[in-house]
């Protein structure tokens, strides 16, 4: 983790060397008192580990300096947040990228500003006691899923990918809210989900340790969360999301510096936040998921056209294009 973090901040000063505030705010957004932009940040979901760089940026004063009040909302999931986003309800959204595909292709108007989560967090998930050290030891044994995201849909593919069948894994559709709970209550030997949010809570609940298999880490690997905007914000006020993208790139490679400073910061300004301790974790095992070659949320066309690729092979994207027509590199690529 120490070599993700200098390999981050090593680029970061060059990044933000120039920050300057000028140009023509003419956002959907108000302008309070102290002259800033008052701007939304939709997350994908209630407060959990990830989002620690985003109060972390608050509290230093990252977006003040561009000329940005913040206002960070909780989300109820990444379709949701996207959703709000096309429709103009709030002006930015930190959404999962496969989910931001889905709705590209269905003619919903926003595109990714850069992916943060390079390796993503997809896995499958379950109690060390259960002795699964590979996905070989998955066989005969029963799996959590939620029909409609991507780790179902591709789940199937990544046990063909590492020698199994489909049927040798018996898999139990479960709603997304009710996932750990199933695992917890030994309803299924294991779930898929994002691990570093879910590990640490499971481990939280029931006193007992987690261990988990990255599909990244076995041959397939989705990008993860990252920035979101409507295409009308960004031909209306390009300047805006310019110095939205750099306060949130200085956020998240400060927070990598700072991991105990980005806890603290968001226990003092989320709200339902998980304890410290919970939080602290979530953190850490999300800081080695950012690309280690440059700055946060600067992508390549392979990442994005992997992606494209598994999600139009195995998550029925329709009429896939290239990444262009998802993704804007020019905003995180700005320094």
Partial sequence: MKRTATTILATVALLFAATGCGGDDSS????????????????????????????????????????????????????????????????????????????????????????????????????????????ADLKGKTVGGTPGDALYATFPAWLEKNGLKKDDVKVVNVDAAGKIAALAEGRVDAIMGFFHDQAPTIESKTGKKVDVLLFADYGMNLLGTGLIANTQTLQKDPELARKFVRATQKSWAEAARDPAGAVSAMTALAENEPAPEVLTKQLTLNLPLIGADGPPGVNTEAQWTETIDLMSRYAELKDPGAPNAYWDASYAAQG
């Fill in 28 to 135: 959907d957004g108000g302008t309070g008192a102290d002259g800033k932009k008052e701007v939304t940040l939709t997350l994908n979901w209630v407060p959990y580990g990830e989002h620690a760089p985003f109060y972390y940026g608050l509290q230093k004063g990252f977006f003040s300096a561009e000329g940005i009040d913040l206002k960070i909302l909780p989300g109820n999931g990444s379709g949701n947040t996207v959703k709000q986003v096309a429709q103009k309800q709030t002006d930015f959204g930190w959404a999962d990228s496969p989910v931001l595909l889905k709705s590209v292709a269905s003619g919903m108007p926003v595109r990714s500003l850069g992916a943060y989560l390079e390796k993503g967090p997809s896995s499958v998930e379950f109690f060390t006691e259960e002795n699964i050290k590979t996905p």
